[in-house]
Structures are given as C-alpha cells and as structure tokens.
C-alpha cells in the first residue's frame, strides 16, 4: 500500500531507497544532503541494515564498491566536493560494471563554493566525472515526488544494465517539503549470477575487477560496455513537455530550474507569446530527439540553468546548431526566477 506524507525531499530519497530494496548506506556528512544521511543512520538499524558513517567521502565510496560486488543494493549521498571526492572510486564501480546509486545534491561551487542549491555539476555527471570512458545513468527531479520515484527507478535502471546510477538534484529540492507518495516495497528479486557471494562449489569463481593489463581486452570489454551504452540512449531517454504542441519557442530546463520555466512559460502565454518547455528527466541519456523534432518547428531555445551554461552544449548538439540557444542563467547558489526567464524568451523573440 502507497501512502503520502509530507516530507523533505532528502528524507524523501532515502525512504524511497529503503522500500527499493537498499539495506547498505555508506556516506560522511555535507550541506545540503546531510538530512540524507542522518535518515539512514536512523532506520537501518531498525530493518537491519548497515549505516555506516566512514571516515572519508573516499572510504565510503570504496565501501559501496564492496557491497555492490555482492549484488546488494547499496548507496551513498553527498554534496558537489563530497562527490569530486568519491570520482575515482565511481570510475572503478563502472569499470568493474557494478550498479549502485550515488546522489548528488548539488551545491555552488567551484572548490568549497557554498552552500546554496547549484547545477553546476552536470558535466561531471554526464561525461563522467573520474578517468576512463564510461557513463553513468543520470536521473533529475524537479520535485518531492519525483526524488522518491526516480530513487527508485534509479535503482532498477542500474540492476537492469549493470552500471552504476545518480540522482543529481540540488540543495532547492533537498531541503523541500512537499506531500509525496511512496513507492510500495520492492522485493528486489533480480537475479545476479555476477555477484561474488560464495561459490557453493556449485560455480566458478566469480572475479570483481576493473584491472586489465592486456589492452586489447580492455578495448575490447571498453567497445563491448559501449555498445550496453548504446541501448541505454536507445531505449532510456526520459523528458517532460509542455505546451510544445504549438510552440514557437523552446525552453530547456530540468530540476528546480524547469519549476521556474513552467511559470514563465504560463506567463509567455498570457502574453500572446507561443513557447514550451521541454524537461530533461535523464541527462544521461540526454533525451536528443525530442530536441532534434522542436528543431525542425521552433525559431529558438532557452536553456535555464543554474551554472555558467553546461547543458547548452547538449542542446546545440541534440538540435544540430539549426536553431539560437541561449542562456539564461544564475550561478553561484543563485536561482533565476520566471521574470528572468521570460525577459531572456522575449529578447530571443525580438519582443523586449
């Protein structure tokens, strides 16, 4: 049975991530994710679980890399340095083709930065952040509701393709209170004949290892893992659209930023001015058709971001350069309001 209640949008992640099937947490405190970490610290002991506050964002890292190689769901939680911290360990889960979460919520920087809700992480989490090619499956909530079920889905994605997911939200939607209804509890029954659980004299060993000394095996598992990739930008692209049946504008936004958007594009229309909003769920994979299709009927794009202007660039990139993108954005823990929004969709149709 679903139920719904008011909660923080952290709490929300980790509770979600409870009745998804994940009995193993291992983080270290960091503004605006701590509230996160200080859930599970609570309810574990209480299903069993393990909460385990490591002495490093890299020693918690590495401990997730442990309790993945057993095929249990496993996750930690950080904030933007916390992360920068943990990208070697995340390059070697996926080297190691592993699933297990991490969440991001983001917040300014770079360097220590501060502490107020940021964007400005999206190139680390879709073009991989640590050394070596390799992706992970990045999920963007713009709400309460959606920080539950994309944790959630976040670790089914994972299991599914064997890789290793992120959440990537910001400090806005981790501090958040919002009714959300919770996912029922999963029985989390996927089997894993990877996994290194003991043999039973029943196998062969199973080897957990990113380690490959002859290069032509490591092309060759490197194309191979691409070509995993390639289903993955098939099949998993996930967007909102809104008001994109007429549109002759184009916002592009995701997170805390689309919430803002979808006020200035009410507002647009109000005005007489047709424009819509598409909403990256996934950013990885980017979500490059729908994009490619407002391409061919649009006169321009608006990215709305909360960094210097990251996911422009997979925008003239989804859309082929055919159209203007433009940036309207804040920085710095800034967040742009639909004033702003609407002033940079009027400039862009040569209105203001």
């Not at 859930?39 to 442990?66: D, R, W």
């Amino acid at each position: 049975m679903s139920e719904k209640v008011l909660m923080k949008g952290n709490e929300a992640i980790a509770e979600a991530a409870i009745r998804a099937g994940c009995k193993h947490y291992f983080g270290y405190p960091i503004t605006p994710q701590t509230e996160v970490a200080a859930y599970m610290a609570k309810k574990m002991p209480k299903i069993g679980g393990v909460f385990l506050q490591a002495e490093s964002e890299i020693a918690a890292i590495n401990m997730v890399y442990g309790v993945a190689g057993t095929g249990k769901r496993v996750m930690t939680s950080s904030s933007s340095p916390g992360v920068s911290l943990k990208q070697e360990g995340i390059s070697y889960i996926a080297g190691s083709d592993l699933p297990a979460l991490i969440v991001n919520v983001q917040r300014g920087g770079p360097g220590l930065g501060g502490i107020q809700p940021s964007q400005s992480d999206y190139f680390q989490a879709t073009k991989g952040g640590g050394h070596g090619d390799y992706h992970l499956i990045v999920l963007a909530p713009d709400s309460v509701q959606e920080m539950a079920d994309l944790t959630a889905l976040a670790f089914d994605l994972a299991d599914k393709y064997r890789m290793p997911s992120m959440l990537l939200a910001d400090g806005t939607l981790g501090q958040m209170m919002e009714p959300v209804e919770l996912p029922a509890e999963s029985n989390n029954s996927v089997e894993k004949p990877w996994a290194v659980t003991g043999t039973e004299c029943k196998r062969k060993h199973n080897i957990i290892n990113s380690l490959y000394l002859k290069p032509e095996i490591l092309e060759k598992t490197n194309f191979e893992r691409y070509e995993r990739y390639k289903e993955i930008e098939e099949k998993e692209p996930r967007y909102e659209s809104f008001m994109m049946e007429d549109a002759e504008y184009c916002v592009v936004a995701f997170g805390i930023a689309a919430r803002v958007s979808k006020n200035a594009v009410v507002a647009a229309r109000k005005e007489g001015i047709k424009v819509g909003l598409i909403r990256p769920i996934t950013l990885w994979p980017f979500p490059k058709k729908p994009l490619a299709e407002a391409a061919e009927k649009v006169k321009g794009f608006v990215s709305v971001e909360l960094s210097m202007g990251q996911m422009i660039e997979d925008i003239n990139l989804s859309t082929g350069c055919k159209k203007p993108v433009v940036l309207c954005n804040r920085a710095g823990g800034m967040i742009p309001d639909p004033e702003q929004v609407l002033k940079t969709i009027k400039a862009l149709g040569g209105k203001e």
